[in-house]
């Protein structure tokens, strides 16, 4: 027998008030708000009467969450059971996927960015290509946690992808296999000597004691030259990770400021002096990849005067969530605040505009029918003072350095850079 209109609508409040945490007479004092409930409730009772199939309240409601959330902004949403684990998982750093960070817009999923050495980046998935489909079902229906549970999945297992390319106009069928998602975050290399290369592919739990273990590791081999630290394609994370690294290379100031919906609802993050602070020239590397914690980290340097920042406009999400743990062991992940660089300033939307915009070319594209001089900016490298110096002391540049110098020309332009990084602050 089915519920009465009064019971469903009981029923319907008394969850809500659970959810929430309030009290019953806070929610029907307001008569909107009542009238708001009510309204809710009668689509519900005629829901399960009349629609065509029946479906259980529970699945109703879990729908209606989901749809609530949505509507608010493309990071929050309600977590079933799997997807709160999965979320869980990622923070981690441990999972088996494709390796790729989402985001929604325009009802579509977007791609935030790959993960370095996943499956997603060997395939040649980038920043703003679209996911119209997964294995055959349509994303314009799905919410974010949703997609992103279906692309996860034990190592070995296959899926297929319907992605549109940013700037194509029609789209592609890409099949990939799963694989265990990389646990480490930071790599580094000294790609000359006293010069090293930092890249940070998120901000997990543990990746401020991975860049800690980075930078002590490059001290161990001589005097700090300079650093290149490459948030490029760096979905973010954890803010609090990104916080931490920001300190690593700041002894005072404001790092970054969170501001709710109250006006005395502020929080003020500043950098801590510590004997491990890094002072050598340091240059940023950025890219449209380059989302939330990485834009914390670049702005909180960039405003301070302590890096220089190379690359392209980052993507832009200034917002910050909370994850909230429910009793029944799903999760609301829920937008509280927006953050700020210390200057004031929001990248919501807006993205961080770098001190030096250079886009990322192919080594194998032409242009006009000349190749692009790869060969001689790498020889160029080669025959400077410091890597002479190096030749001399038998320490010469590695095969996998000189590698990547000559296939990425944004990084071996920030390793000009970070060289006259002193000479360009004398002049300031």
Same mark, same amino acid.
């Given at each position: 027998?089915?519920?009465?209109?009064?019971?469903?609508?009981?029923?319907?409040?008394? !969850?809500?008030?659970?959810?929430?945490?309030?009290?019953?007479?806070?929610?029907? $004092? @307001?008569?909107?708000?009542?009238?708001?409930?009510?309204?809710?409730?009668?689509?519900?009772?005629?829901?399960?009467?009349?629609?065509?199939?029946?479906? #259980? /309240? +529970?699945?109703?409601?879990?729908?209606?969450? =989901?749809?609530?959330?949505?509507?608010?902004?493309?990071? #929050?949403?309600?977590?079933?059971?799997?997807?709160?684990?999965?979320?869980?998982?990622?923070?981690?750093?441990?999972?088996?996927?494709?390796?790729?960070?989402?985001?929604?817009?325009?009802?579509?999923?977007?791609?935030?960015?790959?993960?370095? &050495?996943?499956?997603?980046?060997?395939?040649?998935?980038?920043?703003?290509?679209?996911?119209?489909?997964?294995?055959?079902?349509?994303?314009?229906?799905?919410?974010?946690?949703?997609?992103?549970?279906?692309?996860?999945?034990?190592?070995?297992?296959?899926?297929?992808?319907?992605?549109?390319?940013?700037? /194509?106009?029609?789209?592609?069928?890409?099949?990939?296999?799963?694989?265990?998602?990389?646990?480490?975050?930071?790599?580094?290399?000294?790609?000359?000597?006293?010069?090293?290369?930092?890249? !940070?592919?998120?901000?997990?739990?543990?990746?401020?004691?991975?860049?800690?273990?980075?930078?002590?590791? @490059?001290?161990? =081999?001589?005097?700090?030259?300079?650093?290149?630290?490459?948030?490029?394609?760096?979905?973010?994370?954890?803010?609090? /990770?990104?916080?931490?690294?920001?300190?690593?290379?700041?002894? #005072?100031?404001?790092?970054? +400021?969170?501001?709710?919906?109250?006006?005395?609802?502020?929080?003020?993050?500043?950098?801590?002096?510590?004997?491990?602070?890094?002072?050598?020239?340091?240059?940023?590397?950025?890219?449209?990849?380059?989302?939330?914690?990485?834009?914390?980290? @670049?702005?909180?340097?960039?405003?301070? /005067?302590?890096?220089?920042?190379?690359?392209?406009?980052?993507?832009? =999400?200034?917002?910050?969530?909370?994850?909230?743990?429910?009793?029944?062991?799903?999760?609301?992940?829920?937008?509280?605040?927006?953050?700020?660089?210390?200057?004031?300033? +929001?990248?919501?939307?807006?993205?961080?505009?770098?001190?030096?915009?250079?886009?990322?070319?192919?080594?194998?594209?032409?242009?006009?029918?000349? $190749?692009?001089?790869?060969?001689?900016?790498?020889?160029?490298?080669?025959?400077?003072?410091?890597?002479?110096?190096?030749?001399?002391?038998? =320490? &010469?540049?590695?095969?996998?350095?000189?590698?990547?110098?000559?296939?990425?020309?944004?990084?071996?332009?920030?390793?000009?850079?970070?060289?006259?990084?002193?000479?360009?602050?004398?002049?300031?």
């Amino acid at each position: 027998m089915r519920k009465t209109l009064k019971y469903t609508a009981v029923l319907s409040l008394a !969850l809500v008030c659970f959810l929430t945490g309030g009290g019953l007479m806070n929610a029907i $004092s @307001a008569n909107a708000d009542y009238e708001s409930l009510r309204r809710f409730s009668q689509v519900l009772d005629m829901v399960e009467q009349y629609y065509v199939e029946d479906v #259980s /309240q +529970s699945d109703l409601v879990d729908g209606a969450l =989901k749809g609530m959330l949505q509507e608010l902004d493309p990071h #929050s949403t309600m977590m079933n059971k799997t997807e709160f684990a999965e979320m869980r998982e990622t923070n981690t750093g441990k999972f088996s996927g494709i390796g790729v960070e989402i985001t929604s817009g325009n009802g579509v999923v977007l791609i935030v960015s790959p993960i370095e &050495d996943t499956p997603a980046f060997r395939a040649g998935l980038r920043s703003g290509d679209q996911i119209l489909s997964i294995d055959g079902q349509f994303t314009d229906q799905m919410s974010l946690s949703e997609a992103a549970s279906k692309m996860r999945g034990k190592k070995g297992t296959e899926l297929t992808l319907l992605v549109l390319h940013k700037d /194509q106009r029609s789209p592609v069928t890409i099949k990939l296999k799963r694989d265990d998602i990389p646990y480490l975050t930071v790599k580094a290399k000294e790609i000359e000597q006293g010069y090293h290369w930092i890249r !940070l592919t998120r901000f997990s739990e543990n990746t401020s004691q991975e860049l800690k273990d980075a930078l002590k590791k @490059a001290k161990a =081999k001589g005097a700090i030259k300079g650093v290149i630290l490459d948030l490029r394609n760096n979905p973010g994370g954890l803010v609090d /990770q990104s916080i931490n690294v920001a300190d690593a290379f700041l002894s #005072s100031g404001v790092i970054m +400021s969170m501001r709710g919906r109250g006006e005395g609802d502020e929080q003020i993050y500043e950098a801590k002096p510590s004997k491990d602070d890094v002072s050598a020239p340091l240059i940023v590397l950025v890219n449209a990849g380059s989302a939330s914690a990485s834009e914390i980290v @670049a702005g909180a340097l960039r405003d301070q /005067q302590r890096a220089f920042i190379v690359g392209e406009r980052t993507f832009g =999400k200034g917002s910050v969530q909370n994850v909230i743990p429910l009793p029944d062991g799903t999760g609301l992940k829920l937008t509280v605040a927006l953050y700020y660089t210390p200057s004031g300033k +929001s990248i919501q939307a807006e993205g961080i505009k770098p001190d030096f915009e250079v886009a990322w070319e192919n080594p194998e594209q032409k242009k006009d029918g000349i $190749s692009i001089r790869e060969k001689d900016l790498t020889k160029h490298l080669e025959v400077s003072k410091d890597a002479k110096k190096a030749d001399t002391n038998k =320490k &010469d540049i590695d095969a996998e350095a000189v590698e990547m110098l000559a296939r990425d020309n944004q990084l071996r332009l920030a390793l000009q850079f970070v060289k006259t990084v002193p000479i360009i602050q004398n002049i300031k």
